[in-house]
Structures are given as C-alpha cells and as structure tokens.
C-alpha cells in the first residue's frame, strides 16, 4: 500500500528546513540498500496468461503508434505494467513497490532541499529557499499548483548538485521535472498517492518507448534528451493523473517535447548547476502547459514517434561543443570561461597538495 | 529510425535509479561501471587504475565521477549517501586508487577502461555510461562483451573446442531457464575464449558449479542485476 505523505506543516511547504535535516539523517541511512535498482528477477518465465496480442508473443511496445493501439481503451499503466513483466521478468506488484518507494524518495528529497544549501561547484544553492520563502509569506502571484511544480524542481535539482540522494527521472540533470509536475499536482489537486505511483509507471512507460530510439543523454544529443524527454513523460503521466485518456497521454508527451526541441546542453564549468538546476523549475511548468492543452482536446499535429525521430536528428546535427562537453553556448560566455578556470585550478591545487602530501608521508617513513 | 536498442529499457530503469547526485550519466553510470568491475574481480580490491576517456576526463571532476568509480568498485550501491565519501574509504581501506586519461578509441564520450586487483585476482573492463545510469560494458579482460547489468548473466572463460556452447546451454537448459542472448569471442582458434550468455532468471550454484567443472572451463562468474 501508498503510505500517505505529507511534508511537516501541513498541506503547504512551510517547515522548518533544520528540523527536517535531522529527521531525515536516520531515513538515508534506512533507505541506503533496501532497494537495489531493480527487484531481484523471478524464476522462469512470467504466465502464460499475461500474452495479449493474438499472435501469442509477448507484448514489447514499440513505438506510441503500437501503444495507441493496444492501450486506447485501457488503464494505460496495467499494459505498461503487463509488457515490463513479460519483457523483463518483474512482477507488476515488484514495480509498483519500487515506484512507491521511489515516490517517497522524491518527497524526502524535496524535505531536505526546500531549504537550500551551496552546491558542490558553488554556483547555485539558495533558489528553492527564496521560492519556499516568497510562497509562505504569500508573495507569490502565480497559481499554487504552479509555485509548487516550480519549487519542488528546485528542491529536488538543489540536493542533486549537493550529492544528495534523487531519484533520476530519466536523468539526474533532469531530475527535478517529473517530481515538481506530479507531487504538486498529488498536493494541490489532492490526487490519491497510488494514482500518483501509477503515473511514474506512466512516466517510465513512455521514458522507455521514447528510449527504443534515442539515447538518453546530453551527450548525445543535447538538453532536449533530457529536460525535454523528462517533461514529455511528465506531461504524459499529468494528463493521466488528471483523468486523461491514453491518446491525450501521447499528445501531451508529443506537445511538450516538440516545444524543447533544439534544446542545447551548454552547463557552466561541466557542472550539473547552471542553467540545469533552474531550467528545471521552467520545464515542470512547460509540461504542465501540455498536460492542460492535450486535456483540453488540443492534439499535436506531428504525431508522437516522428516527434522523437525529429528529436534524434537535431541530435545528431547539434555541433559537438552544445552537447554536455561545456565547449559552446552559456559554458564559454565571459561568465562560463572565468568558472570553468577556476574549477580547473582548484581540482590542479588539490592533485597537488595529494601528492605533497604523499612525498610527506614517504620521506617520514623513510626516516623511520 | 535512428538507433534501436537491442534491448527495451524498463520502467524502472526510466525511472530511477534512486542515485546519489549530480549526474546520472556521470555518477550513477560511473558507479555502476565500477561496481562491474568489483561484482568480476569478487573480492576486496587492493588497487584501482581508471583511465578516462577524455571527454570524460574533461568533465569528471565537477560530476564526482572519480568519487562514483570508486564507490561502485568498492562495493556501494549508487544510491549509497557514502558514495561522496568513497574515496576517503578506500584510502582507509587501504586501497591505492590512480586516475589517468587514456584515449580509448572511437568509444561513447564517457567511456573508461578499470584495473582492479586484489589480493588474488585482477580484471580490466572498458565500458560506457550512456546515460539514464545504463552502461554497456564493451571489453571484458581482453575479450569483446555487450555486458549492460540489467539481467543475470554468466560470463565464462574457457579454452575454444567443438561442444563447448552445446555442453554449457544443456547445464541451463536443463535448469529450464530461458538464454536471453548469448555472445562468444576468442583470442584465436582453439585459445582462449570468452561467452556471455545473459539469461531470464538466475541458475542455481549447483548449475554454475556444473559448469565450472566442464573441460576447458577456465572460470565462470556469475552476475545477477547490477544495482
């Protein structure tokens, strides 16, 4: 079962971010290796009873054309559900559990973060604060539901480039996107939380799809393969929660990636920090914008799968220097270089005081 | 269509894994290519040698890449919050760890070649994080691999004859467990040779045992998911 979750303070963010810290240094360790990415495999082979396509294959969704038709008039999470367990041999409650776990993972992450803190490079650390803080004292003009998808991407993106324990949805980099879309829609529209896990099935079922074809990382192909796959499967799994059928699921993942395509992946100093960590907070927003719109009835124009295809090609066209490498776009802006140096001469100063440090330690042994 | 992966990707490998941060390709990637490496050698490793393939090494350091291989080759899970720490650890453990850039050919931009030894064994991987946490490890020990951590899997060396493949696949056949794929390379006709053969569900030790009594069979290792 879904344990109901809600962060201390009541239905709002409003806590005491110490108070939080502290309670939550007994759960890292707690959750440090129940989980091992994925549950252990079953023997043999799952029953014969979960074949549903005529031929009696198992079921492998290949493309959002195929999901279309198998999943049109059904719950798509149990097709999702049914196609990973003939295909990778975990039980539908297996996933579910993990998923649930998963989500509880995300709200401890968005607890810790809500509070702020200097990240590893130092570029980035006070965001979620200064939202949390302009939220609770009511200085917010944007709808709740917004501040909060806002907020808790800022959160969850705060505490990955902390090192701290994130769920990557698909991406660590684009971590904070699917969180900051589902859990304020979970607290602001009161979704049951179980309805919430099944649409992180729905997130993954269409992040997979999405990876038959293309690779997911900025390496590959820019901040599109990230931020952009992340608020597709967001908006995929909004429109679900909100009561959307399985087609206006793929519309929303078709409309919101095909607003982030060209997307470049250009991270100051080769960190995880600027512009990832607030580029989160705009993306939970843009796939919201695409939930509402394939709600609404609103349907994309260019389907789903050739949306991906479009995806990979501007991919392959992207110049090396915008892919992840931080030789182009914001990482070499007068900004960008002067950090990137500094980054460069900090990581030379600690290779040398290792290695002063060493010949101390051997020309004492020597003496000895 | 542009790449299609052999393999569908599950939900839960979309998403998760839970990690300790910054970077899924850089961190959670990393972690687990170091965890390969350690889940071979199968016991406490006394040295560690990653050479970084320079897209890599250029972007590492602000990643705790360096801290991740480490971590995964000492044994942490990647969403292990000791995993900022690891390298720390290992010193305490003993551990005498380098870092070094070594182009690696025309590989994924974050690749990395690892040379673990302990006290008995040693094992060099090269392998790529390719993002989302997956990896793909191309070179066992010399021998070409397509080893991903999402599925057990028996790795196996042994020296190349006729039968060796029928006599192995009757050992899991008769565990009527299902052979997902299965991949072999040599060093020549009749040397020294290596198979991969991922498979649904775990054999039993007495089937990993049979096969490791068969003629010829060097060694056999296995691999359950690599977490």
New interface residues.
């Given amino acids: 079962m879904v344990k109901e979750r809600r962060l201390p303070g009541g239905r709002t963010a409003g806590f005491q971010p110490a108070a939080m810290l502290d309670a939550d240094a007994g759960k890292?360790?707690r959750?440090?290796?129940l989980?091992?990415?994925?549950?252990?495999?079953?023997?043999?082979?799952p029953a014969s009873g979960l074949r549903i396509n005529g031929r009696g294959d198992f079921l492998?969704i290949e493309s959002f054309k195929h999901l279309a038709e198998v999943a049109r008039d059904r719950d798509a999470s149990e097709v999702?559900?049914e196609a990973?367990a003939q295909?990778?041999?975990?039980t539908a409650e297996e996933?579910l559990a993990?998923?649930a776990?998963?989500r509880e993972?995300m709200w401890e992450c968005i607890g810790r973060g809500l509070g702020g803190g200097t990240?590893?490079?130092k570029l980035v650390g006070n965001e979620a604060k200064l939202l949390n803080e302009a939220f609770l004292a009511k200085k917010t003009f944007l709808d709740p539901l917004m501040v909060k998808a806002e907020l808790y991407a800022l959160s969850v993106m705060g505490?990955?480039?902390?090192?701290?324990?994130?769920?990557?949805?698909?991406?660590?980099?684009a971590?904070g996107v699917?969180p900051g879309m589902l859990l304020a829609l979970e607290e602001e529209r009161h979704v049951d939380p179980a309805k919430t896990v099944r649409a992180?099935?729905i997130?993954?079922?269409f992040?997979?799809i999405i990876?038959?074809?293309?690779?997911?990382?900025?390496?590959?192909g820019g901040c599109q393969?990230e931020v952009g796959v992340a608020c597709s499967?967001g908006a995929a799994a909004a429109t679900y929660m909100m009561g959307g059928s399985t087609l206006q699921s793929i519309h929303a993942a078709a409309l919101a990636l095909k607003n982030t395509l060209g997307l470049v992946c250009d991270p100051v100093?080769?960190?995880?920090?600027v512009p990832c960590v607030k580029r989160n907070a705009f993306f939970s927003v843009h796939g919201l914008t695409a939930a509402q719109l394939a709600l609404a009835g609103v349907e994309s124009f260019i389907p789903m799968d050739e949306v991906v295809?479009a995806m990979?090609?501007i991919g392959?066209q992207m110049p090396r220097g915008l892919r992840?490498?931080?030789e182009g776009g914001l990482a070499t802006t007068a900004t960008g270089c002067e950090v990137g140096q500094r980054?460069k001469d900090e990581?030379n100063q600690r290779r040398a005081d290792k290695a002063a440090e060493r010949e101390r330690v051997a020309s004492e042994r020597k003496a000895h | 269509m542009a790449i299609r992966h052999d393999r569908k990707i599950s939900i839960l490998d979309v998403m998760g894994p839970v990690m300790v941060g910054p970077s899924s390709s850089h961190t959670a990637g990393t972690a687990r290519l170091g965890r390969v490496a350690y889940e071979i050698l199968d016991e406490d490793p006394t040295e560690l040698l990653f050479f970084l393939h320079p897209p890599l090494a250029s972007t590492y350091r602000g990643h705790g890449s360096d801290f991740a291989l480490v971590g995964g080759a000492i044994g942490l899970n990647v969403d292990d919050p000791r995993i900022p720490e690891a390298i720390r650890i290992a010193e305490q453990m003993g551990v005498k760890i380098d870092f070094a850039e070594e182009d690696l050919g025309d590989v994924h931009p974050n690749s990395v070649r690892i040379e673990a030894r302990g006290p008995t064994r040693k094992v060099e991987i090269l392998g790529s994080s390719i993002g989302g946490g997956v990896i793909e490890v191309f070179r066992i020990d010399g021998f070409q691999s397509r080893f991903k951590g999402d599925s057990p899997t028996l790795l196996m060396f042994y020296r190349d004859r006729p039968g060796m493949i029928h006599e192995v696949t009757k050992v899991i056949a008769d565990e009527s467990i299902n052979i997902a794929s299965l991949m072999c390379s040599r060093s020549g006709r009749g040397k020294e040779a290596f198979m991969q053969i991922d498979v649904d569900s775990p054999p039993s030790s007495t089937a990993v045992g049979a096969i490791a009594a068969l003629t010829d069979v060097t060694e056999v290792r296995f691999l359950d998911r690599i977490p």
């Avoid at chain 1, 990415?37 to 082979?45: D, F, N, S, T």
């Avoid at chain 1, 990876?211 to 590959?220: C, E, K, M, V």
């Avoid at chain 1, 100093?269 to 920090?273: A, K, Q």
Wanted: glycine share 18%; aromatic share 2%; hydrophobic share 45%.
């Fill in positions: 890292m360790r959750y440090g290796r989980e091992a990415g994925a549950p252990p495999g079953l023997v043999g082979m492998m999702f559900l990973d295909e990778h041999g975990v996933i993990s998923l776990n998963r993972v990240s590893m490079g505490e990955n480039s902390r090192m701290g324990v994130i769920v990557a949805a698909p991406t660590a980099g971590g699917v992180l099935v997130a993954g079922g992040g997979s990876a038959l074809t293309a690779s997911i990382s900025g390496a590959a393969n499967m100093g080769g960190l995880v920090e295809e990979v090609r392959r992840e490498t931080a980054i990581a």
